[in-house]
């Protein structure tokens, strides 16, 4: 009797581990579609981060893989339609990239000194898209030093060969390098700098033995539908392993394990009943036309510019709208500090843009170019594909490196002509070329000045002309 009942006991239990896998979706379809919404929005911008990441440090061999976890890769030239692991790129300033793992450790990140004229920076962003700190000619000058980057784990003290101890509130950092290019005789000169960014672990920094090592990571292949479908919380399942929850989430965490998502849970959307799936795929939907309704309403209006779409987690204050709007129009955007980014997305009479219909013009009065401290851009994008025009010139931009060999109207300021067709060979210095089809315009101010933010200057509007062009 003894042994059957044990036998019992433990056939009771391993029934109620098995029900307990696959019964941790508890919530009705209504309540499962508003958690499913609110998810999405919080989930979103982490799983399309780690798309970069696989492409960028795991997926070898393929056309976007610059270097291996904690281990740094540069770009030595600037970013062309062809470069598509990230949306709506920045092709001012050639970037380094370093994917970090802290669970073992914290890195080291040395910087060069630079010139005093150009613009480099560390942009360090954390598992949830949302800019901690930054290093370079803003915050810690063009004088370079020593950083290190770690993470919620790691509970010792900044040795004192260290300039700066920086924390990170997950384990997965990506640490992004812009250095300025001045023009294409400038490689070289930006190849040596970017030679001179160093990685080391904490150990091999300081010359003692390394860490435990920690358990290897069987990093998912990402899926064509990963953002659109209920899959996404598969995959942030998976990524939220990587931070300790904040206590502000908790209670949000609590309500996303009512449909399995969390970290420590194993969401797997290939389980689930075609009610709960269709409650989630709804869910989706909803989160996806609050982003409509808001980008229209308040983004493409400028209503709510990019500084209020990326920095620290006190600054966007858990306002997951925000930070899905910033990861879908242009993930990994500075904060407003860094650099101000202003999007054209409609013209002047509030259409969208698009050059099969029009010809645009873009009117800087004289004294009156974009505030930077250190430099301005204006890039081009594709409407449809989000990244990079392909085009005759090969000009992607016009920035102020650029002035001097624009044509000046004749009252000292300075038109643009945004079109398809090239404008002719007399206006052929100031056109930046669009698709054939809709487009936006992305205006970047680097370290911008107060009369941007007073409201001193003000933005000149995207004008639409007869559609002409040759």
Request: with cysteine.
């Amino acid at each position: 009797m003894q042994a059957t009942g044990s036998f019992r006991v433990i056939c009771a239990s391993l029934a109620l581990l098995v029900t307990s896998a696959h019964a941790a979706f508890t919530a009705t379809p209504e309540s499962a579609r508003a958690i499913a919404r609110e998810a999405y929005l919080y989930g979103y911008p982490a799983v399309e981060m780690y798309k970069t990441l696989y492409a960028q440090a795991v997926e070898q061999g393929g056309p976007n893989y610059k270097a291996p976890i904690n281990h740094i890769g540069n770009t030595a030239n600037v970013f062309t339609p062809r470069d598509t692991a990230i949306i709506t790129p920045n092709s001012d300033t050639p970037y380094s990239f370093v994917w970090m793992d802290l669970r073992a450790e914290p890195l080291v990140l040395t910087l060069p000194p630079v010139e005093k004229n150009r613009y480099y920076s560390v942009q360090l962003i954390d598992l949830y898209t949302q800019n901690f700190a930054y290093l370079g000619s803003r915050t810690t000058g063009t004088q370079g030093g020593t950083f290190m980057v770690a993470g919620p784990d790691w509970k010792g003290e900044k040795p004192a060969n260290v300039d700066k101890l920086i924390r990170s509130e997950s384990n997965l950092v990506y640490a992004l390098y812009r250095t300025q290019l001045f023009d294409e005789q400038d490689l070289a000169q930006v190849k040596k700098i970017q030679a001179g960014y160093q990685v080391q672990g904490l150990s091999a920094f300081s010359g003692q033995p390394a860490p435990k090592p920690v358990p290897a990571v069987d990093w998912p292949r990402p899926q064509a539908d990963m953002t659109a479908t209920p899959a996404l919380f598969r995959y942030l399942d998976f990524l939220l392993t990587f931070a300790p929850t904040h206590p502000s989430e908790t209670a949000l965490m609590q309500r996303f394990a009512r449909i399995d998502v969390g970290p420590g849970l194993h969401f797997d959307e290939r389980k689930l009943s075609v009610e709960q799936f269709k409650a989630l795929q709804d869910g989706i939907a909803d989160g996806q036309a609050e982003f409509t309704r808001f980008k229209k309403a308040q983004v493409d209006t400028r209503k709510v510019d990019s500084g209020a779409l990326f920095g620290t987690r006190e600054h966007l204050k858990n306002n997951y709208l925000y930070r899905y709007a910033g990861a879908n129009m242009g993930i990994f955007g500075n904060s407003a500090e860094e650099a101000s980014y202003i999007g054209y997305f409609v013209d002047s009479k509030g259409q969208p843009a698009n050059a099969a219909t029009h010809d645009y013009t873009l009117h800087f009065a004289k004294g009156a170019l974009p505030p930077a401290k250190a430099f301005w851009s204006l890039t081009l994008y594709d409407g449809k594909s989000k990244l990079l025009v392909d085009n005759p010139l090969n000009r992607y931009l016009i920035n102020s490196r650029m002035y001097d060999s624009l044509k000046k109207d004749a009252d000292g300021g300075l038109t643009l002509y945004v079109q398809h067709r090239s404008p002719g060979q007399d206006k052929q210095s100031n056109w930046l070329p669009a698709p054939n089809g809709p487009f936006y315009g992305v205006l970047r101010i680097y370290m911008p000045g107060p009369e941007l933010a007073s409201g001193q200057w003000q933005l000149p509007l995207l004008t639409p002309t007869e559609k002409g062009g040759r």
